[in-house]
Structure formats: structure tokens, C-alpha cells
């Protein structure tokens, strides 16, 4: 899931936010370092930047309206092109898919069902998986759910000329014999990978097994789309609710108030306790102001949290909230996303001055550079802390790497060998900038010239993928869905017919065996496996060297109760919240 | 007076023109590759093709320079293949974010940064202007001083410090503002009242700022008008001081001000961008940073064009309003 627009780019954004001094409003370029952050900072990143704590736990009555504090718009409400995570956090609240990942902040990740009775039934071959619907499903104008709806939010994913955002595994996973490209080009024709043999079974047919089929399908692709009221872009403004709450008023980059849907029945829905009656959306309000606000705790801000990343909070603000009242209403929660130092294996292509590159560098200041602990933290792995304990007996790779850098280490390693290496930076990311110039620093003392070359923002992951990349980058993965599937073949595997690294393989390992491996392990469901494969191409490829598994902590208002950070969104749960009234 | 309006109305669209060709090639032309960097997760050569077709941006440039203008006058197509739809006039295109016309966006905005314009621009005239006039009456005394003092802070101090300062102390500290809302729009909607407490610290920050180059600029041109011949003349025919000073005086001390005035609002009508950005004022200024970092060039462009069309507009009223104030300028 995206943490806003630029994919791998959403950890760059989420620290950013919070170094961005209120000379600029950008979202996801880079804010300037400053020194104070470690300081101001705690010290561990544990309990001391509240990750994983749940504000006034226990809330269970209904009622009030929760005002939420937005800087710019968000992209997209249509389910097919809701991709982004403080939309995704509004669009569970507007519709229902098929499974559901229950993150209750705090508690592991698992998959439900929602629309649909239990979780699927697959095939012996896990390529065939049958859903049956649950009973009394509708639509907010009272319309029954059927199955065929479900089929037809399916469907529209396959325009992908017109929903270019969302997310894209119904059409690279699905059986697609015909070519369908989504229900307008050619109405006549039928997609295939998905049948519904009434109105309330609906069966998915993969190309290949998928044992994670569950986890697929609770994205906003599964989310019911009435055909009728389908108005291909325009239907961005106003979709239609399956969920507790409908939209009640939506004026683009002004407000967005959501109101409970009369037609969601509640005995239906395990999975959302929809305590408020409301929430509010105020929108193009300035970061450093909802930061602010958030803090002072004044009128109806008292009801007020936020969706933008790191929660809005500033450099700047990091002394007030150790003040107990603040305190009190601040919390933290690892984010999906983990950021890494790609080593591109094409480039540089011995594997020592791979190694002796990530002795050299010093995540601790890197991690500083990122605002301190409370933003996140140093990790030796790019499975994110948030799945973690999904992992049997999970382990990181034994590394060796001292989280400060091992200059003279490194050097030595390199054995008075001469080294230099091109690192590519976006031009417009001052944090990127920052952090390229420590590393600079870090090989210089282990005797590795840095060449820093600066690349376009708008083209960086281009060039990335280009047949002329730069040797070291930044990049970063958040996962789509809590397991290893959704975190390793990304990162380290191959292309759909395993012959060559995929799109998001900055590294470009070329390894056909490893990518078969990891092939193997996701038909096999076997995440221990997946685990093992990262953990070897981590400390014997090196491929990559993970630096930060980011945070989003958040101020909420003294009003809100069982207020967390949720896994999947790495936002303030809206989900699980209520609020005093 | 006629032809001159003519004139300066053709004027106005030759130069409106040739800001849309060098802005559209400025953005279209540039090194950004829109659709590339909007492909998601999923990018493949192929999405960002169809993300280049759909978003418009694989015909030749002069096309898509073509189709933007008829746009603008007449409407046109837009969208991708299977999802063709109709951009009314004026059509400026729609968002490359959430497909949302940008002229809407525009309709949306332009209220705010009126609002903000307006205000902040009779504060900063009154005062800028009367402080001038007043210290250049006393020069060298102490309100002259005062007046240069607080003058040069204001040329000095940046908006966003300023700005924040009023909102921490006035607002966050004091509590005697409320936090702007973006539900005020206009003195009528909701009302006076709240209009004027909504945008007061905007309008004071900007006011700081631009007032004090009024100041200073109607202090320098009073002394030296104040000083020429056909005053002191005009004070040896025994007419009173006050004639002499506003009739006499200020009359022909406050054409360059004038001037400055004209090129200020059009700036601000533009968009205030640091002032709506730390008041959170989703005005034009704000909307164009946004669009910015987001590359949504469709809105870029139009508040670029609206801006420069305020800016060639302000020109033009200052121009006739030379002839009136001073009656040495005759518009032929």
C-alpha cells in the first residue's frame, strides 16, 4: 500500500514530514536535517517512542464526530485507484471487500472475512479459491451486494488506461485468456479469472497458485462498485458505500464529511466497530499548523487527529510532547515500510566492496538525519517489524554491521583496493541529499570516492530501472499485506517468468535460481523459507543494505479513545477509534 | 481613451499568449516524465505508456499546445480511450492527480486568495501610504523615525516568520483568533465578522511586509514633491497647508506608488504563496505549490496564466488611473 503517491519513495516522505520546517509544504520531498532531532528524541526506540500503545483503550460507546486535520487532498476514493494510506484508512470505512486484514494497533495482523462468510475455499492446486457472501449485504441506497458487484469492482481494475493509481494484482495475478481490458473497451467480452455462479459465490481463478489469495483480495479491488452508478473517473467523487459510513458532503481540498450508512447492517460487519456517528475532514490545512493544533488540544481540535504521515509532528515539536499532557495523548506504530541503500550488483559487481559499503555507513546518524527513534529506527532486515511476529521463529540476517559504521573495518576489508561509486540522489530531496552526503563521508573514511550525482525527482525510480542506473541508491519497500510474499519477491525476486530481476529489484540481482526459490516458497506459503532466502541474499549477496524501519507517531486530541497506529496503513487507526461526547 | 483600451485589451491577449507557450513549454517540454513517475508498484513500460495516452501527453507538443488553447475557448476532448469525456470552457484541463477540472479547482481557490488579497492590500495602501505621508510631514522628528523604524522591519522580516510568529502568539498562545478555517470564503459567507477575524493575521503579515515599501516609497516621493517649486508657490498664494499637502502634494507624489500598488495586487491576486501556505489558506498560491510538488501540470499552468493575467490587468487600470490622478499624463 502506498504511504502517499511515489511508491518505493514513501519513507523518504513519512520522516520528511516531520524535518520540514514551515518553509516548505511538500509531502513527500525531502526536509532538512537538524542535529537536535537525536537529542530531542528518545533515546531507545521502544516503549520510549510509544510504539505499539493504544490511547484510552476499551472505548466502546457510540456517538461524535471525529474531526481529522488534512493538509492536501487525497487522491483517490474510487476503491479501484485507492492506493494510498490516509485515503485507504477513509475507504474501509466506505466499503467492504471481500477479506479484511485486521490490524487492531498493537496486535498482530489477520486476515477476516468481510463480505464475504468465511475465508476462501482453494483448490488443490491453490490456483481455483471459492467465496460464498454473507447474508443481508447492501448498498447505501439499499441495493442488494451481490456477487456480480464484486466481479465488476474486479473488472474496472482491468481499465487500466483510465485507473492507472491502483493497485495492479488482479491483472498480473489473474487468468486473463481473452485479454480483458476492463468492462468499457469491449463490453461483450467476460473476464474470465473471475465467475460467479450466483449471486453469492464468487470465484477467483489464478494464473498460478496463490496460497495468500485471502490476503489479495482484502484490497479496494474486492470492493463492491454498483454498475449502474459507475461514472469511470468522475465516480473518484462520490462512491458508493458498503461500509458503516457514506459520504455525506465531499468538496475537493475543502472538506469530506463521512456519516453513518442506515444500510450497513452491523451484524454483517465483525470487523469495524464504527463507534463515531461522523468524521469530519477538514482539508488544506498547513503540516506544521495541524501539528500545532494537535498539541494545543483547543475547541473541537479536542476530537481532532490526522492522517498525514509521521502525524504531522515537527522537529520542532519533539520537547512538547515529553510535556505528560501531550504525552498522554501521543502514540506510535511501525509503519509498513522499510528503507534501504540499494547496491546494485550490475554496477558494482564484487560482492567485498558490496560488504565493505555497508560496514562503512552509519545508519545511527542516518536514523537522525530521519528525525530520531520516534520516526524510526536502525534495522538489519527489509522485513518490516510490523510482520515480524508473522514469521516462525523470525530471525534478521547476522550481518555483523555495527549500526554507527566501521570505516576502518571496511577499509581494511578492501584491502588499499581503489573504489568509486556514483550515488544517485533526487534532486529535489534535501534529506536524500543529507543522507548521501554522510555516506559520502562514511566511504571516504573507509576509502571509497562517492560520486554524488543527482537525478530528476520525477524520473529517480526511472533511472532506478534504467539500463544506466547509478551505482548506490536510496529506495524503499512497504508491503501490500503482512507476510512475506508481499515483502520478498518484490525486493529481491524476479520477473513474472523468473528470467530476469522485476520492476521493483533495484538491486538487479540476477540470480534465476534464487528467483525460483523464492517462487517456490510463495506457492508453498512458506514464509519461514521466504525469510531464510532474504536473510541469505542480505549477508552473502548484498544486495542491499536495509538502514530504517520507519514510525508515524501521532498527537491525537483529548477526546479521542482507542486511538493506535494501524499495521497496514501505518496511520491512526479511524477504524477502531471512538470518541468521548 | 477608447482606442486606448483596445489597445491595451489586445495587448493583454498577445501577452497572455505568449505566456501560455513559454509556460506550456516550460512544463510540458521540461525533463519531468508525468506518467512515469505516476505508474505505481506495478510499472511496467506498457502502464506508462497508457499513462502517457490517457493523461494527453503523447501527441507532439504544437498539438497539445493547440488542443489546450481550443480548450480554454471552445472545450475539447479529453481521456483516455475508453474513458473519453467533455472539458467545457474554459477548459484548462483537468488534474493529473484526480482527474478533477482544473478550472473547478480554480472556481474553488480563487475566492480565498481574493479574500486574503483584498483585505491585506486596503491595509497595507491605507497605512503604508498614510505613515509615508505623515513622516515625510515630520522629517527628522520622531514620527518620521519611528515610521522608518518600523518600516525597515517590515522590509526585513520574512512572511513565514512573521506569519508563524502571529500565529503562535495570537493564536496558539492568546487564543484571541481562531485557526482559519477554509469555510470562510467571503464577507458574506458566513459574515463580516468572521470574514475579517479569519483573515486579520494573514492580512496584518502581509500588510508588514508590503507596507512598509509603501512607506517608504510615499515618504521619499513627498519630500521631493513637497520640496518643488509649485508647492511653495502654492503655499505663497496662501492656500492651506492641508490643500496644499493632499491636493498639491500627495496628488503627484503618489504615481509611482500607484504603480507599485497595481503590480502588488496582481502579485497577490496570483496567490499569496507563503502567506496561504503557513495560514493554511487553500488560495491559488497554495493550490500552485501543491501542484508543484504533486507535478500536476494542468493546474500549474492555469494559475500561472490567471496570474499572469492579473498582473497585465492591474497594469492596464494603473494606467488609466494615471491619467486621473495626474492630469500631466494624457493616455494618447
Given at each position: 500500500?502506498?504511504?502517499?503517491?511515489?511508491?518505493?519513495?514513501?519513507?523518504?516522505?513519512?520522516?520528511?514530514?516531520?524535518?520540514?520546517?514551515?518553509?516548505?509544504?511538500?509531502?513527500?520531498?525531502?526536509?532538512?536535517?537538524?542535529?537536535?532531532?537525536?537529542?530531542?528524541?528518545?533515546?531507545?526506540?521502544?516503549?520510549?517512542?510509544?510504539?505499539?500503545?493504544?490511547?484510552?483503550?476499551?472505548?466502546?460507546?457510540?456517538?461524535?464526530?471525529?474531526?481529522?486535520?488534512?493538509?492536501?487532498?487525497?487522491?483517490?476514493?474510487?476503491?479501484?485507484?485507492?492506493?494510498?494510506?490516509?485515503?485507504?484508512?477513509?475507504?474501509?470505512?466506505?466499503?467492504?471487500?471481500?477479506?479484511?486484514?485486521?490490524?487492531?494497533?498493537?496486535?498482530?495482523?489477520?486476515?477476516?472475512?468481510?463480505?464475504?462468510?468465511?475465508?476462501?475455499?482453494?483448490?488443490?492446486?491453490?490456483?481455483?479459491?471459492?467465496?460464498?457472501?454473507?447474508?443481508?449485504?447492501?448498498?447505501?441506497?439499499?441495493?442488494?451486494?451481490?456477487?456480480?458487484?464484486?466481479?465488476?469492482?474486479?473488472?474496472?481494475?482491468?481499465?487500466?488506461?483510465?485507473?492507472?493509481?491502483?493497485?495492479?494484482?488482479?491483472?498480473?495475478?489473474?487468468?486473463?485468456?481473452?485479454?480483458?481490458?476492463?468492462?468499457?473497451?469491449?463490453?461483450?467480452?467476460?473476464?474470465?479469472?473471475?465467475?460467479?455462479?450466483?449471486?453469492?459465490?464468487?470465484?477467483?481463478?489464478?494464473?498460478?497458485?496463490?496460497?495468500?489469495?485471502?490476503?489479495?483480495?482484502?484490497?479496494?479491488?474486492?470492493?463492491?462498485?454498483?454498475?449502474?452508478?459507475?461514472?469511470?473517473?468522475?465516480?473518484?467523487?462520490?462512491?458508493?458505500?458498503?461500509?458503516?459510513?457514506?459520504?455525506?458532503?465531499?468538496?475537493?481540498?475543502?472538506?469530506?464529511?463521512?456519516?453513518?450508512?442506515?444500510?450497513?447492517?452491523?451484524?454483517?460487519?465483525?470487523?469495524?466497530?464504527?463507534?463515531?456517528?461522523?468524521?469530519?475532514?477538514?482539508?488544506?490545512?498547513?503540516?506544521?499548523?495541524?501539528?500545532?493544533?494537535?498539541?494545543?488540544?483547543?475547541?473541537?481540535?479536542?476530537?481532532?487527529?490526522?492522517?498525514?504521515?509521521?502525524?504531522?509532528?515537527?522537529?520542532?515539536?519533539?520537547?512538547?510532547?515529553?510535556?505528560?499532557?501531550?504525552?498522554?495523548?501521543?502514540?506510535?506504530?511501525?509503519?509498513?515500510?522499510?528503507?534501504?541503500?540499494?547496491?546494485?550488483?550490475?554496477?558494482?559487481?564484487?560482492?567485498?566492496?558490496?560488504?565493505?559499503?555497508?560496514?562503512?555507513?552509519?545508519?545511527?546518524?542516518?536514523?537522525?538525519?530521519?528525525?530520531?527513534?520516534?520516526?524510526?529506527?536502525?534495522?538489519?532486515?527489509?522485513?518490516?517489524?510490523?510482520?515480524?511476529?508473522?514469521?516462525?521463529?523470525?530471525?534478521?540476517?547476522?550481518?555483523?554491521?555495527?549500526?554507527?559504521?566501521?570505516?576502518?573495518?571496511?577499509?581494511?576489508?578492501?584491502?588499499?583496493?581503489?573504489?568509486?561509486?556514483?550515488?544517485?540522489?533526487?534532486?529535489?530531496?534535501?534529506?536524500?541529499?543529507?543522507?548521501?552526503?554522510?555516506?559520502?563521508?562514511?566511504?571516504?573514511?573507509?576509502?571509497?570516492?562517492?560520486?554524488?550525482?543527482?537525478?530528476?525527482?520525477?524520473?529517480?525510480?526511472?533511472?532506478?530501472?534504467?539500463?544506466?542506473?547509478?551505482?548506490?541508491?536510496?529506495?524503499?519497500?512497504?508491503?501490500?499485506?503482512?507476510?512475506?510474499?508481499?515483502?520478498?519477491?518484490?525486493?529481491?525476486?524476479?520477473?513474472?517468468?523468473?528470467?530476469?530481476?522485476?520492476?521493483?529489484?533495484?538491486?538487479?540481482?540476477?540470480?534465476?535460481?534464487?528467483?525460483?526459490?523464492?517462487?517456490?516458497?510463495?506457492?508453498?506459503?512458506?514464509?519461514?523459507?521466504?525469510?531464510?532466502?532474504?536473510?541469505?541474499?542480505?549477508?552473502?549477496?548484498?544486495?542491499?543494505?536495509?538502514?530504517?524501519?520507519?514510525?508515524?507517531?501521532?498527537?491525537?486530541?483529548?477526546?479521542?479513545?482507542?486511538?493506535?497506529?494501524?499495521?497496514?496503513?501505518?496511520?491512526?487507526?479511524?477504524?477502531?477509534?471512538?470518541?468521548?461526547? | 481613451?477608447?482606442?486606448?483600451?483596445?489597445?491595451?485589451?489586445?495587448?493583454?491577449?498577445?501577452?497572455?499568449?505568449?505566456?501560455?507557450?513559454?509556460?506550456?513549454?516550460?512544463?510540458?517540454?521540461?525533463?519531468?516524465?508525468?506518467?512515469?513517475?505516476?505508474?505505481?508498484?506495478?510499472?511496467?513500460?506498457?502502464?506508462?505508456?497508457?499513462?502517457?495516452?490517457?493523461?494527453?501527453?503523447?501527441?507532439?507538443?504544437?498539438?497539445?499546445?493547440?488542443?489546450?488553447?481550443?480548450?480554454?475557448?471552445?472545450?475539447?476532448?479529453?481521456?483516455?480511450?475508453?474513458?473519453?469525456?467533455?472539458?467545457?470552457?474554459?477548459?484548462?484541463?483537468?488534474?493529473?492527480?484526480?482527474?478533477?477540472?482544473?478550472?473547478?479547482?480554480?472556481?474553488?481557490?480563487?475566492?480565498?486568495?481574493?479574500?486574503?488579497?483584498?483585505?491585506?492590500?486596503?491595509?497595507?495602501?491605507?497605512?503604508?501610504?498614510?505613515?509615508?505621508?505623515?513622516?515625510?510631514?515630520?522629517?527628522?522628528?520622531?514620527?518620521?523615525?519611528?515610521?522608518?523604524?518600523?518600516?525597515?522591519?517590515?522590509?526585513?522580516?520574512?512572511?513565514?516568520?512573521?506569519?508563524?510568529?502571529?500565529?503562535?502568539?495570537?493564536?496558539?498562545?492568546?487564543?484571541?483568533?481562531?485557526?482559519?478555517?477554509?469555510?470562510?470564503?467571503?464577507?458574506?459567507?458566513?459574515?463580516?465578522?468572521?470574514?475579517?477575524?479569519?483573515?486579520?493575521?494573514?492580512?496584518?503579515?502581509?500588510?508588514l511586509i508590503f507596507g512598509a515599501n509603501y512607506v517608504r516609497l510615499t515618504r521619499a516621493n513627498m519630500i521631493e514633491t513637497m520640496g518643488e517649486d509649485y508647492i511653495r508657490t502654492a503655499r505663497a498664494k496662501g492656500l492651506p497647508s492641508r490643500t496644499v499637502t493632499f491636493k498639491h502634494g500627495l496628488r503627484a507624489a503618489i504615481t509611482p506608488v500607484v504603480t507599485v500598488f497595481g503590480l502588488d495586487l496582481g502579485a497577490l491576486l496570483g496567490g499569496a504563496v507563503l502567506t496561504e501556505t503557513i495560514f493554511s489558506v487553500p488560495g491559488l498560491g497554495r493550490t500552485a505549490v501543491n501542484a508543484t510538488f504533486n507535478q500536476d501540470l494542468p493546474i500549474v499552468m492555469?494559475?500561472?496564466?490567471?496570474?499572469?493575467?492579473?498582473?497585465?490587468?492591474?497594469?492596464?487600470?494603473?494606467?488609466?488611473?494615471?491619467?486621473?490622478?495626474?492630469?500631466?499624463?494624457?493616455?494618447?
Open positions: 500500500m502506498n504511504r502517499r503517491r511515489v511508491m518505493v519513495a514513501t519513507v523518504a516522505g513519512t520522516a520528511a514530514v516531520a524535518l520540514v520546517a514551515a518553509c516548505s509544504s511538500s509531502k513527500n520531498n525531502g526536509g532538512g536535517a537538524t542535529s537536535g532531532a537525536a537529542s530531542s528524541a528518545p533515546a531507545s526506540a521502544g516503549s520510549a517512542a510509544g510504539l505499539g500503545k493504544v490511547i484510552q483503550p476499551g472505548y466502546t460507546t457510540k456517538g461524535g464526530t471525529v474531526n481529522i486535520l488534512s493538509d492536501a487532498n487525497f487522491e483517490h476514493l474510487d476503491p479501484v485507484n485507492n492506493y494510498v494510506t490516509n485515503s485507504g484508512e477513509l475507504g474501509r470505512l466506505i466499503y467492504r471487500t471481500l477479506t479484511f486484514i485486521e490490524d487492531t494497533p498493537g496486535q498482530k495482523p489477520a486476515i477476516k472475512p468481510d463480505l464475504a462468510q468465511n475465508l476462501g475455499t482453494p483448490s488443490s492446486d491453490k490456483k481455483t479459491w471459492t467465496y460464498k457472501l454473507r447474508t443481508g449485504l447492501k448498498f447505501e441506497d439499499g441495493t442488494p451486494i451481490t456477487s456480480k458487484d464484486i466481479k465488476y469492482g474486479v473488472e474496472r481494475s482491468f481499465a487500466t488506461d483510465i485507473y492507472k493509481d491502483g493497485a495492479t494484482y488482479m491483472t498480473d495475478l489473474l487468468e486473463n485468456p481473452n485479454n480483458y481490458a476492463g468492462p468499457y473497451k469491449d463490453p461483450t467480452k467476460d473476464l474470465a479469472g473471475v465467475q460467479t455462479p450466483d449471486d453469492n459465490t464468487i470465484v477467483f481463478k489464478y494464473a498460478s497458485p496463490q496460497p495468500e489469495s485471502d490476503w489479495i483480495l482484502a484490497m479496494f479491488y474486492t470492493a463492491p462498485v454498483p454498475k449502474a452508478k459507475d461514472d469511470k473517473q468522475n465516480y473518484d467523487f462520490h462512491p458508493v458505500s458498503s461500509g458503516p459510513y457514506k459520504i455525506s458532503s465531499y468538496t475537493p481540498d475543502k472538506s469530506l464529511t463521512l456519516v453513518r450508512n442506515s444500510n450497513w447492517d452491523p451484524a454483517s460487519d465483525p470487523n469495524r466497530p464504527a463507534l463515531p456517528d461522523s468524521f469530519a475532514q477538514t482539508l488544506g490545512i498547513d503540516i506544521p499548523t495541524i501539528s500545532q493544533r494537535l498539541i494545543a488540544d483547543q475547541g473541537a481540535d479536542k476530537n481532532a487527529v490526522t492522517l498525514e504521515n509521521s502525524g504531522a509532528i515537527q522537529n520542532a515539536d519533539l520537547p512538547k510532547i515529553k510535556d505528560p499532557s501531550v504525552n498522554a495523548r501521543f502514540t506510535n506504530g511501525a509503519t509498513p515500510c522499510v528503507d534501504y541503500e540499494v547496491l546494485n550488483v550490475q554496477k558494482i559487481k564484487d560482492v567485498n566492496v558490496r560488504k565493505a559499503i555497508a560496514m562503512a555507513i552509519n545508519r545511527q546518524a542516518i536514523a537522525t538525519v530521519y528525525g530520531g527513534a520516534i520516526f524510526g529506527s536502525v534495522i538489519d532486515t527489509i522485513v518490516s517489524p510490523s510482520i515480524q511476529s508473522t514469521v516462525p521463529n523470525f530471525a534478521a540476517p547476522t550481518l555483523g554491521l555495527k549500526p554507527t559504521g566501521d570505516p576502518a573495518a571496511a577499509k581494511s576489508m578492501l584491502n588499499g583496493k581503489s573504489v568509486t561509486i556514483h550515488y544517485g540522489v533526487a534532486n529535489t530531496s534535501v534529506k536524500q541529499k543529507t543522507v548521501a552526503t554522510q555516506i559520502q563521508n562514511d566511504l571516504k573514511a573507509a576509502g571509497i570516492t562517492v560520486v554524488i550525482d543527482q537525478i530528476p525527482q520525477s524520473s529517480y525510480y526511472k533511472t532506478l530501472r534504467s539500463d544506466s542506473p547509478p551505482d548506490m541508491a536510496r529506495a524503499g519497500w512497504c508491503w501490500d499485506w503482512p507476510t512475506m510474499a508481499a515483502t520478498t519477491p518484490p525486493v529481491l525476486g524476479g520477473n513474472a517468468d523468473l528470467t530476469k530481476w522485476n520492476a521493483n529489484n533495484f538491486s538487479m540481482t540476477d540470480d534465476t535460481a534464487v528467483f525460483k526459490k523464492i517462487a517456490t516458497a510463495v506457492s508453498a506459503a512458506d514464509s519461514s523459507g521466504l525469510n531464510d532466502i532474504t536473510n541469505q541474499q542480505l549477508s552473502q549477496v548484498w544486495p542491499l543494505i536495509s538502514t530504517i524501519s520507519s514510525n508515524d507517531p501521532n498527537v491525537v486530541g483529548s477526546n479521542i479513545r482507542n486511538a493506535g497506529v494501524s499495521t497496514i496503513f501505518g496511520e491512526i487507526d479511524l477504524n477502531t477509534m471512538g470518541v468521548q461526547h | 481613451m477608447l482606442r486606448f483600451l483596445i489597445r491595451r485589451f489586445l495587448a493583454l491577449i498577445a501577452l497572455l499568449i505568449a505566456t501560455s507557450i513559454v509556460t506550456f513549454l516550460l512544463f510540458f517540454a521540461g525533463p519531468s516524465d508525468v506518467a512515469a513517475n505516476s505508474c505505481g508498484k506495478g510499472c511496467t513500460p506498457e502502464r506508462i505508456q497508457q499513462a502517457r495516452v490517457a493523461l494527453g501527453l503523447d501527441k507532439p507538443l504544437v498539438v497539445q499546445y493547440l488542443e489546450y488553447m481550443k480548450g480554454l475557448v471552445a472545450g475539447r476532448e479529453m481521456g483516455p480511450p475508453s474513458g473519453r469525456y467533455w472539458c467545457s470552457w474554459p477548459c484548462f484541463g483537468t488534474s493529473f492527480q484526480n482527474n478533477r477540472p482544473v478550472w473547478d479547482i480554480i472556481k474553488t481557490a480563487l475566492p480565498f486568495t481574493l479574500s486574503i488579497a483584498i483585505g491585506a492590500a486596503a491595509i497595507f495602501l491605507i497605512f503604508g501610504v498614510g505613515i509615508g505621508v505623515t513622516a515625510a510631514l515630520h522629517r527628522g522628528k520622531w514620527p518620521d523615525k519611528v515610521a522608518v523604524a518600523i518600516s525597515s522591519l517590515g522590509v526585513s522580516l520574512p512572511a513565514p516568520f512573521i506569519g508563524l510568529l502571529f500565529l503562535w502568539i495570537v493564536v496558539s498562545k492568546w487564543q484571541l483568533l481562531p485557526y482559519t478555517s477554509n469555510t470562510v470564503t467571503s464577507p458574506w459567507n458566513p459574515d463580516p465578522w468572521t470574514w475579517f477575524k479569519n483573515y486579520l493575521l494573514a492580512w496584518l503579515t502581509l500588510a492555469a494559475v500561472v496564466l490567471f496570474s499572469a493575467f492579473f498582473i497585465i490587468f492591474a497594469n492596464i487600470i494603473v494606467d488609466i488611473l494615471y491619467a486621473v490622478i495626474d492630469p500631466r499624463v494624457r493616455l494618447n
